[in-house]
């Protein structure tokens, strides 16, 4: 999904939500990425390489 982005920094939930048919339900899966950890390990990453 997003190549370069640590695994670590992926958050997912998901949530049922009702619709305007009867009987029917949709589930949201949200996903996003913690920027600021991501941010924080490449931080890291460049630094123990320089």
Known sequence: MIPDIDK?????FYTIHSTDQEDIEATVIHVYVDIYN?????ISESSRRK
């Open 8 to 12: 670590q920094a992926l958050r997912t």
């Open 38 to 42: 991501e941010m924080k390990r490449r």
